[in-house]
């Protein structure tokens, strides 16, 4: 059995998230580079922690079609 919404519910749950993400964009604005690349390293470090390893294996085909698309526009005449 779901439980559904109601209509004020609703859009005291969309107010809710609405302030969530705006904090969000508070706390990137007011990060320096340094702090980025700090989480950004983290993040990456914890790959095996959380047993994404396998997952990016899988993206081999995937990377390797971005990249010859990635190449094709930087060989191009008309690239940015």
Do not use: C, H, N
């Not at 997952?55 to 990377?63: I, M, N, Y």
């Amino acid at each position: 059995m779901t439980d559904s919404l109601s209509p004020d519910d609703a859009r005291e749950y969309r107010r809710r998230w609405a302030a969530v993400t705006a904090r969000a964009r508070e706390e990137q604005a007011a990060s320096t580079l340094e702090q980025r690349f700090d989480e950004l390293e983290r993040l990456m470090l914890s790959v095996d922690d959380f047993g994404w390893r396998s997952s990016l294996d899988d993206d081999a085909p995937v990377r390797a079609r971005w990249a010859k698309l990635r190449e094709r526009l930087l060989d191009s005449p008309t690239s940015i």
